[in-house]
């Protein structure tokens, strides 16, 4: 009260001086002459502060011939050709496509070729190695919603783990996501997997930011074991729906175009139901996946992705009515309750359903073998009597997750005019005995297992044992 009357003594001397200083004259305005009202004017912020400053690493134009394509749409080329010049993909075909001259050109006679892999859920830079307490910056676990924390602002670039994924997993582009301690955990980040000295040089031009939601166990444990809501399941979606109520009045306010105080976390909120910014919500079992897709639609935002959802398969027809994908696991399950009702024919039956299907990690180790990890989903399938082509299980690793993080239209396959993230393999890569040979990023080319300069080191394993090692 007090403050309001300060403000309105303020406010009344300013028009006086105003006044004063228009007339010449300290006289006093006519009676009834008021001043103009001042219109309120929103507040206006800059949407990305932070912008990338990615730059693709000097590259050639290059040819790969006499090897087997997956293309990362479902199609297999036996004996094919794949050429990328100016870091895109220029052309992808059989024997006879035609090749221009003086370029690098390498024989992949019994090798294959496909996209870049592209984990959707990684930890990576917030959960670095080494594995100390000071570098675990994934989780703001203060409160139930973090909504206005971004996970690059706790990324390290220097984390060993970036180079491992590349030369061990040929692994491309990558979400590095907030944990799941809380309901919202905050907004995600998709880089692409390049040696930087900034996270935004790493930051994948153009593509959308997400929002890390989450279930059941974590939120529950994490805040009921502090004595405070949300304590149930119940109390999750409580507190979710409130604050969903609260981001609809405030996405409101600022479409009709009034004044507002920055507030982060609503101005997240906001870009998820404007469509901006894409949900990847942590959820195991399938009656919360349904729940969540009927929260959803009472808010008016879309769900881009389940994670870890081990219980997919029990709603896999409604997830593919939704549109709706599932980022899981081969066979990770039992470590709590609601990852005990798993199946390893989860993933093949996504798939089947008509769903979008990827395969993730969640994990510093296995981001290195997610070609293996969808090897054994694969294998699940077939011995259920599901027919799956290897060329088929590779969308599972590339174009679906490219697609649930906003940037299907630019990589996740080998299709002209696309980046030319491009992982040669030295063997089927579905075996447990194959590994990357070469991986190019933007067609340049970043890894090459002959060539020891070709092996990213960062700057904080210099001196260190181990530096740069490799498989």
Same mark, same amino acid.
């Given at each position: 009260?007090?403050?309001?009357?300060? %403000?309105?003594?303020?406010?009344?001397?300013?028009?006086?001086?105003?006044?004063?200083?228009?007339?010449?004259?300290?006289?006093?305005?006519?009676?009834?002459?008021? /001043?103009?009202?001042?219109?309120?004017?929103?507040? +206006?912020?800059?949407?990305?502060?932070?912008?990338?400053?990615?730059?693709?690493?000097?590259?050639?134009?290059?040819?790969?011939?006499?090897?087997?394509?997956?293309?990362?749409?479902?199609?297999?080329?036996?004996?094919?050709? *794949?050429?990328?010049?100016?870091?895109?993909?220029?052309?992808? %075909?059989?024997?006879?496509?035609?090749?221009?001259?003086?370029?690098? &050109?390498?024989? =992949?006679?019994?090798?294959?070729?496909? /996209?870049?892999?592209?984990?959707?859920?990684?930890?990576?830079?917030?959960?670095?190695?080494?594995?100390?307490?000071?570098?675990?910056? %994934?989780?703001?676990?203060?409160?139930?919603?973090?909504?206005?924390?971004?996970?690059?602002?706790?990324?390290?670039?220097?984390?060993?783990?970036?180079?491992?994924?590349?030369?061990? =997993?040929?692994?491309?582009?990558?979400?590095?996501?907030?944990?799941?301690?809380?309901?919202?955990?905050?907004?995600?980040?998709?880089? @692409?997997?390049?040696?930087? $000295?900034?996270?935004?040089?790493?930051?994948?031009?153009?593509?959308?930011?997400?929002? +890390?939601?989450?279930?059941?166990?974590?939120? @529950?444990? &994490?805040?009921?074991?502090?004595?405070?809501?949300?304590?149930?399941?119940?109390?999750?979606?409580? &507190?979710? $729906?409130?604050?969903?109520?609260?981001?609809?009045?405030?996405?409101?306010?600022?479409?009709?175009?009034?004044?507002?105080?920055?507030?982060?976390?609503?101005?997240?909120?906001?870009?998820?139901?404007?469509?901006?910014?894409?949900?990847?919500?942590?959820?195991? $079992?399938?009656?919360?996946?349904?729940?969540?897709?009927?929260?959803?639609?009472?808010?008016?935002?879309?769900?881009?992705? #389940?994670?870890?959802?081990?219980?997919?398969?029990?709603?896999?027809?409604?997830?593919?009515?939704?549109?709706?994908?599932?980022?899981?696991?081969?066979?990770?399950?039992?470590?709590?309750?609601?990852?005990?009702?798993? &199946?390893?024919?989860? *993933?093949?039956?996504?798939?089947?359903?008509?769903?979008?299907?990827?395969?993730?990690?969640?994990?510093?180790?296995?981001?290195?073998?997610?070609?293996?990890?969808?090897?054994?989903?694969?294998?699940?399938?077939?011995?259920?009597?599901?027919?799956?082509?290897?060329?088929?299980?590779?969308?599972?690793?590339?174009?679906?997750?490219? +697609?649930?993080?906003?940037?299907?239209?630019?990589?996740?396959?080998?299709? /002209?005019?696309?980046?030319?993230?491009?992982?040669?393999?030295?063997?089927?890569?579905?075996?447990?005995?194959?590994?990357?040979? +070469?991986?190019?990023?933007?067609?340049?080319?970043? #890894?090459?297992?002959?060539?020891?300069?070709?092996?990213?080191?960062?700057?904080?394993?210099?001196?260190?044992? %181990?530096?740069?090692?490799?498989?």
């Amino acid at each position: 009260m007090i403050r309001r009357m300060k %403000g309105g003594l303020l406010a009344a001397a300013s028009l006086m001086f105003a006044g004063c200083a228009a007339t010449g004259t300290t006289a006093a305005k006519p009676a009834g002459d008021k /001043p103009a009202a001042t219109a309120e004017k929103p507040a +206006k912020f800059n949407k990305d502060p932070y912008p990338s400053t990615y730059k693709p690493y000097p590259g050639q134009a290059t040819a790969v011939r006499n090897v087997t394509i997956f293309d990362g749409e479902g199609k297999r080329i036996d004996n094919g050709t *794949v050429f990328f010049s100016g870091g895109k993909v220029t052309a992808v %075909g059989g024997p006879d496509t035609p090749i221009p001259a003086d370029i690098a &050109v390498f024989d =992949g006679t019994g090798k294959y070729l496909t /996209p870049g892999i592209i984990d959707i859920h990684s930890h990576l830079g917030d959960y670095p190695s080494p594995g100390v307490e000071a570098h675990s910056d %994934g989780n703001e676990a203060t409160s139930p919603t973090t909504p206005e924390v971004w996970s690059e602002h706790s990324v390290w670039p220097q984390d060993p783990g970036f180079t491992r994924a590349l030369a061990n =997993g040929g692994v491309t582009a990558l979400q590095v996501l907030p944990g799941s301690a809380n309901l919202m955990g905050g907004r995600s980040i998709t880089l @692409k997997n390049v040696p930087s $000295r900034t996270v935004q040089g790493m930051k994948f031009p153009g593509a959308p930011y997400g929002l +890390k939601m989450a279930c059941g166990e974590n939120p @529950k444990r &994490v805040y009921g074991g502090k004595g405070r809501t949300p304590s149930t399941r119940m109390g999750n979606f409580a &507190v979710n $729906r409130q604050t969903w109520a609260k981001a609809a009045a405030f996405k409101k306010k600022m479409d009709d175009g009034k004044a507002t105080d920055r507030d982060l976390a609503m101005e997240t909120l906001a870009g998820v139901l404007s469509g901006e910014i894409l949900i990847h919500n942590h959820c195991y $079992r399938a009656d919360e996946m349904a729940l969540v897709i009927d929260m959803s639609k009472e808010f008016g935002y879309k769900v881009s992705t #389940f994670h870890h959802a081990v219980e997919s398969y029990k709603i896999a027809d409604i997830l593919a009515k939704e549109g709706i994908c599932s980022a899981m696991w081969a066979d990770w399950w039992g470590f709590k309750m609601e990852s005990y009702d798993a &199946v390893p024919e989860n *993933v093949p039956l996504v798939y089947k359903a008509g769903a979008c299907t990827i395969v993730h990690s969640d994990d510093a180790n296995q981001i290195q073998r997610l070609n293996q990890e969808a090897a054994k989903a694969l294998v699940a399938g077939r011995r259920m009597g599901m027919s799956i082509s290897d060329a088929e299980a590779w969308t599972w690793l590339s174009l679906n997750p490219a +697609k649930a993080l906003g940037i299907g239209d630019v990589t996740g396959s080998l299709k /002209p005019g696309k980046m030319a993230d491009i992982v040669l393999w030295n063997g089927n890569p579905f075996s447990a005995y194959t590994r990357p040979e +070469k991986v190019w990023i933007d067609g340049a080319l970043m #890894f090459d297992a002959a060539d020891p300069r070709r092996r990213p080191v960062t700057d904080f394993e210099l001196g260190q044992p %181990g530096e740069g090692d490799v498989k």
